[in-house]
């Protein structure tokens, strides 16, 4: 058996991936676009998603180690399974056989790059449920500088909170560590909540929750929140002149005498008279 897929079948499940591809095939988001997804809120993805049919991309409801922190990276997928015994052994004789150390949970981590976001299928279990503590944390930190999407538990919140570059969305804390799970596969299709991710998405967690962007709609995402974005300080900028009413601004799409007026203050910096 494989705990992760070979090259040509990581590449055939994502195929609309316009970009390159890390050795193992997973897609490549360049980094110029993960950076500047930090700036787009979640609804902004979520309307671009939605205009292309991914109705099912958004999950919430999770407590975040650092909620000051906008989560964005590449995603790298994990799903663990209730114990089975014969399962386990057959996955445990596996890892050994490919030289992995150490527990199923920390094989995960050992396959991390910086600007990944590991995300884990562990099917809500928070009661030795708990994927992570302070010290593979610290590693996920280490590799990422990122962090980790969770759909189970942690433990050792008060270190895990004192790291400076890695946030993490979880269901819950507890003292009890990880147990009764095994590891079905690394960079295979997922299920967190309600969404289906695939490896190589682009996560983007914020105080709403986690919206996962396919990497062929990530431009997408981004131009449209720039473009929001700016209109945004357009219109703000005419109702604190009084150029417009918030009746004339909060129409969409603008009269074309708004958009003329917008589109001169892109190039210029200056309103119309």
């Known amino acids: 058996m494989n705990i992760a897929p070979p090259k040509d079948q990581l590449i055939e499940l994502t195929r609309l991936n316009p970009f390159g591809r890390f050795e193992d095939g997973r897609p490549h988001v360049p980094d110029e676009l993960i950076e500047k997804l930090k700036n787009a809120t979640t609804e902004q993805a979520w309307g671009v998603l939605r205009a292309h049919g991914y109705h099912r991309q958004f999950e919430g409801g999770w407590f975040q180690t650092h909620p000051d922190k906008i989560l964005v990276g590449r995603c790298v997928t994990a799903m663990m399974l209730p114990h089975r015994p014969d399962y386990h052994d057959l996955v445990q004789e596996t890892g050994e056989k490919q030289g992995r ?3 199923q949970n920390s094989w995960v981590i050992d396959t991390l790059l910086e600007g990944d976001v590991m995300i884990v299928d562990l099917f809500g279990k928070i009661k030795d449920g708990t994927f992570v503590g302070d010290n593979l944390s610290t590693s996920l930190q280490a590799r990422t500088k990122r962090g980790a999407v969770i759909d189970g538990g942690i433990r050792d919140y008060q ?11 979880c269901r819950g804390m507890d003292p009890t560590a990880i147990a009764d799970v095994t590891l079905a596969g690394i960079n295979i299709p997922i299920r967190i909540g309600g969404v289906t991710v695939l490896p190589g998405d682009v996560v983007l967690g914020t105080p709403t929750g986690v919206i996962f962007i396919p ?7 981004v131009d449209t929140a720039e473009d929001v974005q700016s209109r945004d300080t357009f219109g703000k900028y005419c109702l ?14 603008w009269p074309d005498v708004i958009e003329a007026d917008y589109q001169h203050w892109l190039k210029t910096g200056e309103v119309g008279s």
């Open 159 to 169: 270190g895990i909170r004192e790291l400076t570059e890695c946030t993490i969305f």
């Open 240 to 253: 604190s002149i009084g150029k417009y009413t918030p009746g004339e601004i909060d129409v969409s799409p």
């Open 215 to 221: 990497p062929h709609l990530v431009q997408e995402v």
């Open 101 to 103: 150390i150490g527990g």
